[in-house]
């Protein structure tokens, strides 16, 4: 019957697609926990020419590969380099999904002025985190490093921002987000931003002693409070 050999031979081409398509899934992500930024960029352009959607890849398989790492190394189950490995690779394979997923400019509800505070340069927690909010539909304004006070209220002022992150790795510049706080206050933005901090040295009980609104002890819990928060912060400001 030429009609059911018609039909087994598109089932066929659908399972072989499926194999080539589940085969470069796999090398992407598992090119991705190598740090194999190489590898990477090769098997997200040939899934790309194999018509495979670049949202899927994206959240399916670079985030969940880079998400795997954040994981391992907050339980000391890696190296540093291998999570700077990583953030490279999926650097590198953002860029190349990077044109099919941008929209014309619009104006964002969400924008978020992110920094380490003045005294601290360490940036490996931050640039983590800036790599995941990337992927949602947010502005990011990144100050960088040793950030004074009074540089993030005037970001904040100038770019309207709606979200605070600062991070802090020492516990000689964990006083610099409570002056952050304080000018704040002091500008009457307090009620319109919402403060995130994060680093070794502060936790929960430094967060409740500032008055800031989050802390959290993986990117992974912060992209879920942000999730979740998301309407009422934009309510907010």
Do not use: W
Request: aromatic letters at 8%; a neutral charge.
């Amino acid at each position: 019957n030429p009609i059911c050999q018609i039909n087994n031979i598109r089932i066929k081409i659908c399972y072989f697609r499926r194999g080539i398509y589940m085969n470069y899934c796999e090398k992407i992500r598992q090119s991705m926990i190598d740090g194999d930024d190489d590898s990477v960029v090769k098997y997200i352009k040939k899934s790309l020419l194999s018509g495979y959607d670049p949202k899927y890849i994206l959240k399916n398989i670079l985030i969940d590969a880079l998400s795997l790492i954040a994981k391992k190394e907050e339980r000391n189950e890696c190296l540093i380099p291998e999570v700077l490995l990583a953030m490279q690779a999926f650097k590198s394979g953002y860029k190349v999904i990077e044109p099919y997923l941008k929209e014309k400019e619009k104006d964002y509800d969400i924008i978020i002025v992110m920094g380490t505070v003045q005294g601290d340069i360490h940036d490996l927690g931050k640039n983590v985190i800036k790599i995941f909010l990337e992927t949602l539909d947010v502005k990011i304004i990144d100050l960088g490093t040793d950030v004074p006070a009074e540089k993030f209220i005037e970001a904040i002022e100038n770019y309207n921002a709606n979200i605070l992150m600062m991070s802090s790795l020492l516990t000689t510049t964990m006083s610099e987000m409570k002056k952050v706080m304080d000018m704040l206050e002091d500008r009457k933005l307090r009620q319109r931003v919402h403060v995130f901090i994060g680093g070794a040295s502060v936790g929960e009980s430094f967060r409740q002693r500032i008055g800031a609104d989050c802390y959290t002890e993986s990117v992974v819990d912060l992209l879920d409070y942000l999730k979740k928060n998301m309407d009422r912060i934009k309510e907010n400001s």
